[in-house]
């Protein structure tokens, strides 16, 4: 199985500062034949179900504010709020889906300082 | 407007069964694979199986091979995944989640249902 390791486990950022998120694959979720990045990022507030931000590591969901963006390649990825806005407070999980079974990062809390 | 709604809150005694419902509405069920994820609480969400629209074929996690069932009413629109000889660890809200690619898999996902909240308690 691919390990999906994210890190921070948490963090506290004001409004309007850069948050920056990782995630790291036990191994590459690049597929060589296409060059794609089999990483998706998810948004996931209380309450809720999770929502699709990023995937193929960088391209940005339909209706998803240009402040998210994924970047990364092969073992090492970032998820990045360029300014962190009220409504951002969630946990974030990144995800592969190179293989089976599909596995998640732990998550990442980000919090208003 | 895309909607997938999955059945009520369920409490089983460890040993028993429970299956879990999710309705579809606002697209063409047939042409979208649907997988079964589920969040414990406090740990990370866990993918537990994948039915695929294109193939027909389903696909299981090896950790819950044994044990579940994912299911598929197309007349209805509903997917079901059942989930056998439960335990305490088996707590968790359990999410239906579409496949994000039409008539094949993507692996991503692009709607979610709401969650059902499954505890396991003797």
């Known amino acids: 199985d691919i390990v999906m390791t994210q890190s921070p486990d948490s963090l506290a950022v004001s409004l309007g500062e850069r948050v920056t998120i990782s995630c790291k694959s036990s191994?590459?979720?690049?597929?060589?034949?296409?060059?794609?990045?089999?990483l998706a990022w998810y948004q996931q507030k209380p309450g809720q179900p999770p929502k699709l931000l990023i995937y193929w590591a960088s391209t940005r969901e339909s209706g998803v504010p240009d402040r998210f963006s994924g970047s990364g390649s092969g073992t090492d990825f970032t998820l990045t709020i360029s300014s962190l806005q009220a409504e951002d407070v969630a946990a974030y999980y990144c995800q592969q889906y190179l293989s089976t079974p599909l596995t998640f990062g732990g998550g990442t809390k980000v919090e208003i300082k | 407007q895309v909607h997938l709604v999955q059945s009520g809150a369920e409490v089983k005694k460890p040993g028993a069964s429970v299956k879990v419902s999710c309705k579809a509405s606002?697209?063409?069920?047939?042409?979208?694979?649907m997988h079964w994820v589920r969040q414990a609480p406090g740990e990370r969400l866990e993918w537990m199986g994948w039915i695929n629209a294109g193939t027909g074929n389903i696909r299981y996690s090896q950790k819950f091979q044994d044990r579940v069932t994912i299911t598929r009413d197309t007349s209805a629109s509903t997917d079901y995944m059942e989930l056998s000889s439960l335990r305490s660890e088996d707590t968790a809200i359990y999410f239906c989640?579409?496949?994000?690619?039409?008539?094949?898999?993507?692996?991503?996902?692009?709607?979610w249902g709401q969650g059902t909240l499954l505890t396991v308690s003797s």
């Open positions: 606002g697209y063409t069920f047939s042409r979208y694979s």
């Open positions: 191994q590459s979720v690049l597929y060589t034949s296409n060059t794609k990045n089999y």
């Open positions: 989640a579409r496949d994000y690619r039409t008539m094949d898999l993507s692996g991503y996902f692009d709607y």
